[in-house]
């Protein structure tokens, strides 16, 4: 199957080791890892593929755990290459590899306001499309325009934020389907300070979330209550397994002590949940994402 994979453009990377890479520097192996140079590079890998070879796609695995025994199959990333950004005011074209904190980072250096309030969040522009990221106020599907698309086919279309109907912390991508790029609300801002906007919210993560090996926010928000405080009424506040512990500074996010595996983030989370749900009612749902092979 492997000794089958298309001629690309971009770069086959095999047995690669998700460890090096990955936020919370666990993981296993993937058969091959993909890098794209461009989109047509992938909707050509897409349409040429063997048809029995499994494909996962990711970003920069800021909300991504990926299992100790790996991903079978070809894993996509879009993060090295395909990540240009135009501007064509009123809006911005954004393509899925870029990550959102460089895309705000332009935006400010020409003046541009867009979605400065998402500073910090490290993601991709695709990934943050996915799972509809946001703070409190604000989400990525307020400037999203449209998002184009493409299934693991290689057939491309284009969808609206509307046709989408984004939800709390879910894009409602269609099944199968890649975001390629996305068209974002951008218009000029001249007269505001954008880069007091992007300094406040890098003051306010550093205040209430922790640095390190950790990715972002371990569940959602339930309709009545934050996640941390149920986590922190069900006692579960300082809870570890192996070396994956339960954040000092804030208790919906987990971080590797040092040598942790990802079923030992697996065995917290499942931890986390059961005495969450046995001590409120609650079934929290978790933000981040668990890939792999079980």
Known sequence: MLRDLPKVRGEYIFNYD??????????????VMFFPTDRNDLIGFLRNRP??????????TSNTIVLDRGIRGCVINLSRHVDRIEFRLPVAIVEAGALLPDFISLSVMYSVSSCERLYGIPGTIGGAIAMNAGIPGFEIS???VSADLVDHDGHETSVTAQELNMRYRNGNIPGNSIVISATLKAHSAMEVDLGGIIKEATIRRLRS???????????????????????????????????????EKHCNFLMNAGNAKASDFVGLIETIKRRVFEATGVLLEEEIKIIGER
């Open 18 to 31: 998700f460890r090096g890479s990955s936020f919370l520097h666990v993981g296993g192996r993937c058969d």
């Open 51 to 60: 048809s029995n070879l499994e494909v996962t796609v990711i970003g920069n």
């Open 142 to 144: 307020d400037v999203l």
């Open 209 to 247: 979330q922790p640095a390190g090996a950790t990715c972002g926010s371990a569940f959602k928000n339930s309709p009545n209550m934050k996640a941390w405080e149920l986590i922190k009424a069900s006692g579960c506040d300082q809870l570890s397994v192996g070396d994956a512990i339960v954040s």
